[in-house]
């Protein structure tokens, strides 16, 4: 009979399985080829040509391959004692069988051999799997804006501490580029009153501050036909203030972000704190969620943390970085956009912020880019 190349394939697997697992049953070993190779036979097929070159076809009583004594040895233990870690087991034959062996390295090693090919064999269910109990998980899916599209992204506008002038022209700046969306990338409201540091009792209210915020965020969305609203470090001080003070009510929904703000009722799509956004190729990020620093460079540290073309705020100054990849030969730009907000608060009046915003741009093509301008005196610059 002429060997085709699919015969001669499995019965190459046979032996070499054969030859790794001489001590696997038919059914078992037919599996494993299976599994590890599908598309090359059947498990049938497989179990048939085991068996023939077992010498077993037609129903012969499988031929047992012997075992050295040594690898008996090690079995027996394996087979007493299957939840024995492995320095425990090993050191448990060695003590008694100190003459099979040459040391207890030695034994480790063929006890890590011998305990491969009894789980592969299926003689150890006790290690066929590892049962850990499930873990939490507080990561959020990445949210995803697709779609042609020029955005205007304004960060950090803390409000009541807002600066009016800059939120203008930024807002006036995004509508004369043809911008159709807004994204507020986080830190819109400042929630002076539920911060852990210390307060000057005359500042507004939490509710004076969400009226106030409302009533900014119905006039600059309003050109826009699609918002978002992100969540900055400063908008978690709601949570933190009644996880630690009201814990019980922390989550009802009336007491959660959204809904104190009214974002639904105002158009916004709420983008949680910590939750990424994909804006066409661009990642958008407040910054607190892998601690952009405003050293030399944001936009460096931000690159250095991403690793991915991407926009922050967080840090309050407008700065650019570009770097091509030698290897794929594609640019990546990242970028810190400026804050929105008074620049000389009480508690950090030698700064180095300024006012600026960014455009992201998504093309009908799938082309992505990114620009940013900082504003001085209403002025409008691109940098
Ligand atoms: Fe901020």
Excluded at 123 to 139: D, I, N, S
Excluded at 172 to 199: P, T, W
Excluded at 275 to 291: F, L
């Amino acid at each position: 009979m002429t060997k085709t190349p699919e015969l001669r394939k499995i019965q190459k697997l046979v032996l070499d399985y054969l030859n790794a697992y001489p001590t696997a049953t038919t059914a078992k070993l037919a599996g494993m080829i299976v599994e590890d190779h599908p598309g090359v036979g059947t498990k049938s097929r497989f179990m048939n040509a085991i068996n023939y070159r077992r010498g077993t076809a037609g129903g012969t009583k499988r031929k047992t391959i012997k075992m050295s004594e040594r690898s008996a040895i090690i079995h027996s233990f394996l087979r007493r004692f299957p939840a024995l870690s492995l320095p425990r087991i090993s050191e448990l034959i060695f003590s008694n069988h100190p003459n099979q062996f040459k040391d207890l390295n030695d034994v480790v090693s063929k006890t890590v051999r011998e305990r491969t090919r009894a789980f592969h064999g299926g003689e150890m269910p006790a290690f066929k799997r590892v049962h850990v109990p499930p873990g939490l998980r507080q990561g959020q899916p990445d949210l995803c804006i697709t779609g042609a599209r020029r955005m205007l992204l304004l960060s950090d506008l803390h409000v009541p501490f807002h600066d009016e002038q800059a939120i203008a022209a930024a807002v006036e700046e995004g509508v004369r580029q043809g911008c159709d969306s807004l994204y507020i990338n986080g830190d819109a409201i400042d929630f002076y009153m539920l911060s852990r540091f210390r307060k000057d009792p005359g500042m507004p209210t939490s509710p004076e501050e969400v009226d106030l915020l409302k009533t900014i965020l119905c006039t600059i969305g309003e050109p826009f036909v699609e918002r978002w609203y992100k969540s900055g470090n400063h908008e978690d001080r709601l949570e933190y203030y009644l996880w630690t003070n009201a814990p019980q009510l922390s989550h009802f929904p009336c007491m959660e972000l959204p809904a104190v703000l009214g974002l639904a009722e105002l158009g916004f799509t709420h983008v949680k704190s910590k939750q990424v956004a994909h804006v066409g190729d661009v990642v958008v990020v407040h910054g607190h969620e892998c601690n952009v620093n405003s050293g030399v460079n944001p936009a460096k540290s931000l690159y250095t943390r991403l690793g991915a073309s991407a926009v922050c705020g967080h840090v309050h100054t407008c700065s650019t970085h570009h770097e091509m990849s030698p290897i794929t030969r594609k640019s990546v730009h990242t970028r810190s956009c400026g804050c929105l907000c008074d620049l000389r608060p009480e508690y950090h009046p030698i700064n180095r912020w300024m006012h600026g915003a960014a455009i992201i741009e998504v093309t009908a093509s799938g082309h992505s880019s990114m620009r940013g301008f900082r504003i001085e005196d209403g002025v409008v610059t691109y940098v």
